[in-house]
């Protein structure tokens, strides 16, 4: 058989064949665009109920009550506001802290016991969701102040007088820790609950220690759980209004109450929008900053990259 009779076979065998392209590449024809318009409604709600907002705060902090950046230097240069600055940067961390201290065992508890017990866990742990932030501050107030349940439990116990504990950043980070509490639980039992339970053992196999086992083996794989508490309890810390106005002094302003402060009583819409555009930029940066340095996992648990 010749190359000609072989090459005259092919095409035959083209020729023949249903749908066969035989003049080249079949052209695409126009691209449906109709299942984009399902965005749009999703596209419109953000538009106007998120950037629009944003970009109005925006304008607001360098027009107001001029064009400029005088609110902007007047955050930066004033002492009383770098001072509300830290305060709120430094509750935020300490809240972060305690909730991270508290959390982390009870999330290893949650990994370890029976279906039934894990269970009533995560019930304690979603009930103070159920109940509102005021009505749960409002009961903190009436247990730490001066003549409370808990100075009386100090002085018949202990014989010590009336210890202030409300209207002090100790009651403000206490508070603040009770609400915060369950956003580091649930990162972190999601983040544990897929460590394998046979690795310490296997690392006490190898002659490891307990201590050592937990921090070389268990402690990083847990690391996605931490990262993800840790941001989002820093996070909604930073923004949190309520607590800090009911159980702190004016000694204890935070940013949002400073905020507040600024458009409601002194009218000051552009000092106030400049230190909204403050905390949220100081909100995306940590978010940048912490997925720099979570390279390896996310900081979603549950949702894989």
């Not at 202030?164 to 369950?182: D, E, H």
């Not at 458009?263 to 900053?289: D, N």
């Amino acid at each position: 058989m010749t190359e000609t009779t072989v090459a005259g076979g092919v095409a035959a065998a083209l020729t023949a064949a249903p749908g066969a392209d035989v003049d080249g590449p079949k052209q695409r024809g126009p691209r449906n665009w109709r299942p984009l318009l399902l965005l749009v409604p999703a596209f419109v709600i953000v538009t106007l109920f998120f950037l629009a907002p944003l970009v109005d705060v925006f304008i607001r902090s360098v027009t107001d009550p001029v064009p400029g950046i005088q609110n902007y230097q007047w955050l930066f240069t004033t002492e009383a506001n770098l001072n509300v600055v830290m305060r709120t940067f430094g509750t935020a961390i300490l809240v972060t802290f305690v909730c991270l201290l508290l959390a982390y065992p009870y999330a290893y508890l949650m990994t370890i016991v029976t279906d039934r017990t894990r269970n009533l866990l995560q019930l304690f742990i979603m009930m103070p969701l159920w109940t509102s932030i005021l009505v749960r501050t409002l009961a903190w107030m009436v247990l730490l102040q001066d003549t409370g349940p808990i100075n009386g439990l100090l002085e018949s116990l202990f014989g010590l007088g009336p210890i202030p504990l409300i209207r002090t950043t100790f009651g403000v980070a206490l508070g603040m820790s009770q609400v915060l509490l369950p956003f580091m639980v649930l990162p972190l039992y999601s983040s544990m609950a897929k460590i394998d339970k046979r690795l310490l053992p296997a690392a006490a196999n190898l002659g490891a220690n307990p201590v050592t086992a937990f921090f070389t083996v268990y402690l990083p794989l847990s690391r996605p759980g931490i990262f993800s508490g840790s941001v989002t309890v820093f996070i909604l810390g930073l923004g949190f209004y309520i607590i800090p106005a009911l159980l702190g002094s004016s000694k204890e302003i935070m940013i949002s109450a400073l905020i507040q402060q600024q458009i409601s009583v002194f009218l000051m819409w552009g000092q106030g929008t400049a230190l909204g555009v403050f905390l949220l930029l100081c909100t995306i940066l940590i978010l940048v900053i912490v997925s720099r340095f979570n390279k390896h996992g996310s900081l979603f648990p549950g949702v894989d990259r």
